[in-house]
């Protein structure tokens, strides 16, 4: 972990900037992939899934038999748990609603917004080294809530065919019943443009590895939405003298034993906290079993001195973090000088893993400064709010000169005539 | 215009298909130019304004006199009309404000999400045949309400080198000073990723021509976020026995005079409806200025003879028109059956020219289908919404259990330890 002390504002773009991971040849990897699902459909499922997660499938479908067996074999406390976070992500998305509020913006005229749910969503799931079951909750749970009519999931299958019993239990718990044996870049296409087993969907969702950000950047300028565009998981961490430095390193390599190409960044105005924090890091990242994985992601990183907090803040500001923890016993004041990071968590007892898993609040978010002009996913994420209006006679009345004029002024007289011919109407009766 | 008598559901999904216009050789052509700005900055923006908009510059910015001179010209009765949209306009964004909530969603587990304004915003405001300075009005009302602190506005020059007046007098009315004398996919490149006189800003909003919106397309797949992906303007009309068939006429024609790549829809129940529709189609159409482009819309437009206004309502949600008119005396009824839509004009006397102009209502909104998975621009486009966490000791003791199971289910030991670290610490207290 490199250390820099108090760096001038002239390096601050270059500190800000994500190592990038990306492969030259990807984009032509991954739009070849989209091109053979869009044309073969299910037959390139199959091979895609024999090429790259290595097993032979009968089916695409996990059946209700395999959803049933999974979910007797769970233990129990992971049962509890998993609901307890259930309840707390549904409690804080159910208070995203909106009451739908009419306005008469002038008399005789009255708008308003309804949020519609999108019909049908994708929701992707990753497996490799872990069964991501977590992001189902964070998914599915605002899906459902908004009322998705249809909702797919797809997630790449284990060696044995299989899908991890976790995901099954979590997808049925939250009514996803729909679940596919397909992962990767072909699972992406197979939502953004349909196949024989798999619907076509409105939009779709969840994080995955390069293959699958890629695809999904490639399906959206087709016009299909997508959740954010999407990057390797960061957090960073402000520690001020108030901090823990043993929770700070905790906090730190959680995050850096996500893949290593995660980067984690430590600010604090106290050399002290920082020699601190990394002898508390070298002592615990020995313990853990990711322990290859997590020093990777560790030496991407870095721990800045800066001269305040405030500074902290600023930089914090430019980087634009997923994550941002405030380890200080008065992070609350620090919040309104907060204007770019996905997810906040305010003091030392607020740690990243409880809004990865429980808390309530989601955990898909903006990577790589994205946070600059995109929220996380949330109850919206899942809607469209459709704008509506019903003018009277004498609402029209009302706005329909300025309309006219400045219709005219446009050189759009068929947009003043719609008025014209109406308000001609009006006198007359 | 053609006429469908009842076709089959199986005909549905080519119905809706929008046409194509795009040249194979358009995104050659527009990354050329964006790679061009990105290398070259402001040299290649007098350059490429030269060389489309026929005019060489001397300066890219317009100037505080030339916004003052400008202003002193606009007919009094236009600056009435336009103050009245403005008002509507603010009214229906500010309603859109939204109160953090805070929710405990288990005890001592504070979570909320607080609207925080992107830094940095761009507006692309087209030139050409007409200047749409109303399109100033649905962009930057919402920018100032959110509180962007950077508002940057890009609009090609006349062949006189000049901005009109109107959309000068209109920006700075709404405080929009920093305007740029750029046009096409060069603007867009330009707010991308900035030049020596224009700032890179964090997202882009505002329609255009195939130039640009294939640049916005191209650019939002590096991260940029933009405000939707775009394509022609186009409106559905459902008529019953109660529409006035002159009125839909004219809102028919109102959309279709906005390019010759437009397309109008008209639904109707009553084969009597729609032939008085096309009748009255037929005698306006030739009053109107801009009849050669209007026509060549039409023709790429229908009219549908369906069995029922339940019919109409499904075709319309499959079709999922960036404009929807109920014209019908009894349009209140059907909104519960929207459910693909942008902006929905409810009954004879809501004209879409009103949310055009000035009924309140924003008018970037999703064309193309796109209003399946995508909102119109509202206040929220210039927010990202961030999520706060404030976790106590005692509601890390009662969630804490549930995340550390969870995390060693993920595979996950350093988000446990981040937990247990705490846990751990809390018991000592």
Known sequence: MKIYNNPPKSDWEELCRRPNFEQASLEQVVNNIIEKVKTEGDVSLFELTEKFDKV??????????????????????????????????????????????????????????????????????????????????????????AGCKEIILCTPPQANGEIDATILFTAQLLGVNKIFKVGGAQAIAAMAFGTE????VNKIFGPGNQFVTKAKELIQATGIAIDMPAGPSEVLVIADQTAIPSFVAADLLAQAEHGPDSQVVLLSDKQDIISKVIKNLEAQIALLPRRSITKK??????????????????????????????????????????????????????????????????????TNAYAKSYSGVSLDSFYKKITF?????????????????????????????AVSIRLKNTNNV
């Open 297 to 366: 992601a560790i030496n991407n990183s870095f721990a800045i001195l800066l001269k305040d907090l405030d500074t902290c803040l600023e930089f914090s500001n430019s980087y634009a973090p997923e994550h941002l923890i405030i380890a200080s016993d008065i992070a609350a004041q620090f919040t309104q000088k907060i204007s770019n990071a996905g997810s906040v968590f305010l003091g030392n007892y607020s740690c990243e893993s409880a809004g990865d898993y429980a808390s309530g609040t989601n955990h898909t978010l903006p």
């Open 56 to 145: 032979r499938l009968n089916e695409l479908q996990v059946s209700n038999d395999e959803i049933e067996l999974a979910s007797k074999n769970i233990p129990k406390q992971l049962v509890t748990a998993i609901q307890l976070a259930k309840e707390n992500i549904s409690k804080f998305h159910e208070a995203q609603k909106e009451e739908s509020k009419q306005i008469e913006t002038s008399p005789g005229v009255l708008c308003w917004r309804k949020s519609v749910a999108i019909e049908s969503v994708g929701l992707y799931i990753p497996g490799g080294s872990a069964p991501l079951f977590s992001t189902i909750l964070m998914l599915a749970i605002p899906a459902k809530l």
């Open 389 to 417: 209006q019903q003018i009277t006679q004498k609402g029209l009345q009302n706005i329909g000169p300025a309309i006219e004029i400045m219709a005219e002024a446009e050189g759009l007289m068929a947009h003043k005539n």
């Open 197 to 200: 087993s798999i619907a076509k």
